[in-house]
């Protein structure tokens, strides 16, 4: 126990004795890692493009608020100094100046002094400072001055070491090293009077400011003009200055003075109050040496650091109070006093002021919510609650996290929403005294009322609740709304106070109650108006906070129209609390927690202004110009410049060829990959949270790939034609081939046919001379049936005449039985007839043949052909025919006439051929 008492003890002691941050311009610092240079910044610059423009040593660095770009001289000198004129941008190095100017996306330089001898051999000169004066320009070195007015340069030569020039007004003073400051006319100096404290004194800068002139000296602090001579400043810092060391001074916009120091930072000093800031390595800046100051459109500061480069937003409406200590912790809840500032952390309740925070004793653990009841602050903590007032704190009761205490909309009741349910507070000025609401013991997040007897609660976790009680708050029921109206993810559930109204979002949709139906209803106006939101602080009536996509916009209700004014995720990224976002109203400033530290926001119905972007398109490194043609499968890289660094900076989205989806543009640089070929449009959008509205568009061309380029393409041609001309000759000669193939297969068929034609021939011919054969033989059976039948019917006649003769000695009987025997022994009628059939079906072909070449045969000619045919004679024809030997020779001639036979022609021959 003593050594938890001993720890909490020292503790407290080392935070009492933390020096805080004050509230302190934004700052965005840049160092080697960003812009890949040297460390140190001599001269920082704005370009009339609106880039910034450094010399950093070695390069001259570029930045447009997209791309770092870095060059160096041809010489690899380290250049010093750097001025804008017009579309250039003149610097000094070693024995060497001239200009920059930007041509195709990239910066050429051009040298003055080349092929000029303007340096002696033995001065180790280098220009420290470009400036115009009466209409030239001024190279100025540590013993020269040399004046270029377009094509001639004059040299000036000091007889002593000097530090810097300085244009004021229409004089030029030239600031010595040992001698004091010097009035330049022409080629003439002269001290002015009553500035002889200045010798032995390196001066930095000279600058006007309401018709009165300042000089700041490196070591002896600041001067301030008068009649009768120098006095030194009357500020308390100029003590201070003293011993930083003043290495640069500017005045700007807004009566405000910036002198930056060579140990102490730079410190900006209000001059209407005389209060300032000082920014240095213990709270924000990398380094604590400032070499230059330079300016922007929009008045903010750019340091050029021994070490890299802050941007300093002093005209910002933005406020940053910031603890690198890791003491603070989160930040829950920010309030202002009198005296400075109220914070509730996770580490416990802090008080703020007099450049001091301390935390306040026996506040040790989570501090969540912090709200303002007639002059005193309540804080919900881990532990309870507790009361803040005048410098005293004191706990009032001890029921665990008061999460956050909202006020009645129809009467002085306050409900806290905490981890076991919700307190009542019916007489602020009481607040040791509450009421539990009954019936509900659950952990909760938010409370709100605009009925009597009826509460609104949201559970820590999921569900939204009716609370119905009496007069004498004495619940009558809960009902779990979300239940009830059937919605399914009511987790986180937020309420929001809008104009006695309480709306409900859950699940990134807006909802109202119905009274008459008991369920939640869609609310039309900010469904419409406020897509996608997942948080909402309100801060008065008018005026409430949105987050939509992890981004912040101020809402200024007027009527039922809503204006959207961004709050830059530069300010807060990575910071924000989740679902534990809140806003505390100080004046016209607008206190918002983060992580080690809380922002002050001025917001302000701000107007919209036009925006001059420009685009600039690069691939592979080649500047890309409106409707230009890039190479195929090349990345494109799309620099959208705004020109704007502070809190103005605009909210870009683009659609890519009039895609539904709003890409946002991070860093103000568009990548593309994988491009089709053809043309292609980029629309840039400016998002105010409500609507997008076109402010630039670029258009482009995706050549067609190398593989369909014009001679690619002839190429194709080419082989397709030779693929075709080489196919059609391999197809001609497979033709020829496979003709030579069926030639030979058809010379083989052929033969194999004639083969087996010829095979079959002799086959037919040896059946047909077989046939022939058997013709031929049953004609001669034939023949010798005939011939045997009508020897065996001689022979038979014979031996029966032999017989008869023999037998018979009358001759008239003997000549009666020879006719008797004759008769006897002739053929029959029926056997030839047998005989002429059987030898009609033996030459039926020929007998048809013959009818057919010659109709008008009779039969009779035709049996002649056919016992011709069978090669008989006349004589034995005769008996056949039953005709005599003449009348065979009778019917042959006549035969020969119907054949139309020649006397040469052989009748049997000529029948043989048919």
Known sequence: MKSTLHKLLILFFITFQIQAQELLPFVENYNKSNYQGDNQIWNVVQGNDNAMYFANNHYLLRYDGVTWEKYTLPNKTIIRSIMVEGDKIYSGSYKEFGYWHRKEGKMHYVSITKNLRLFDEKDNEEIWKIFRFNGSIYFQSFNDVFIYKGKHIQKIRFPFLISYCFVVDKNLYVASVE?????????????????????????????????????????????????????????????????????????????????????????????????????????????????????????????????????????????IFYDNTGILGSVYSVAPTHNGYLIASNHGVF?????????????????????????????????????????????????????????SSINNNYFQSTYSGVLLYDEPSKLTQNRRIQEISKPIKYVAQNKKNELWAADNYRGLYRVLYDDHYQTKKVEN?????????????????????????????????????????????????????????????????VQQNGILYHIYANGNKFVWNIIQEKYYKGKLINDNLKVFRDKDNYLLNLDDGFISLQLKNVKKQNLDLKTEAFSNQNLVAEDDKIEFNSELKIHVVSGIYGARKPNLFYRFNNTKDFLPITDGLIVLNNLSSGFHSVKIYRHDGARYDEVSSFEFRVAQPWYFSFWMIVLYLFLIGAVFFFYYKWNKLRYIQKLKLQEEELKHQKEILEMELKAENELNIQEYEKHILELELLTKSSEVAGKSLSIAKQSEMIDNIQQILDSEKDFNKLKSEIKKAIKINEVNKHEWEIFETNLNQIHNEFIISLSKKFPTLTPKDIKLCVYLKMNLSSKEIAPMMNISFRGVELHRYRLRKKLNLTQEENLSKFLLTI
Not at 285 to 309: A, Q, V
Not at 509 to 523: C, P
Not at 526 to 541: L, M, P, Q, Y
Request: glycine fraction near 8%; charge should be positive.
């Open 179 to 319: 001698k004091g400051v010097f009035r330049m006319k022409g080629s003439k100096i002269a001290n002015p009077k009553g500035w002889n404290v200045l010798k032995n004194c390196v001066v930095h800068a000279i600058e006007k400011h309401q018709n009165k002139t300042y000089i700041f000296t490196h070591k002896n602090g600041v001067f301030s003009v008068e009649k009768n001579g120098l006095k030194p400043w009357g500020n308390p810092l100029n003590e201070t200055l003293k011993k930083a060391t003043i290495n640069v001074a500017k005045f700007v916009k807004n009566d405000k003075l910036v002198i930056g120091t060579g140990n102490k930072g730079v410190y900006v000093v209000d001059l209407n109050t005389d209060l300032y800031k000082n920014i240095d390595r213990n709270n924000v800046l990398m380094n604590n040496s400032i070499l230059s100051i330079g300016l922007d459109k929009e008045n903010d500061l750019w340091l050029g650091l021994d070490n890299g480069i802050a941007h300093v937003e002093i005209n910002s409406p933005v406020s």
């Open 351 to 407: 008080e703020y002021g007099a450049g001091r925070f301390s935390m306040i004793p026996n506040t040790q653990g989570q501090a969540w919510n912090i709200t303002e009841i007639n002059n005193q602050y309540v804080i919900g903590h881990n532990d309870g609650t507790f009361v803040y007032n005048n410098g005293t704190f004191s706990k009032i009761n001890g029921i665990s996290g008061g999460w956050n205490l909202s006020k």
């Open 481 to 545: 709304v979300t239940q009830q109206s059937k919605i399914k993810n009511d987790f986180g559930v937020k309420i929001f106070e809008f104009r006695n109204e309480i709306l409900f979002l859950i699940d990134n949709s807006w909802y109202t109650y119905n009274s008459l139906t008991n369920k939640l209803e869609k609310n039309e106006l900010f469904n419409e108006n406020f897509k996608s939101v997942s948080d909402v602080v309100a801060i008065d009536e008018s005026h409430f906070i």
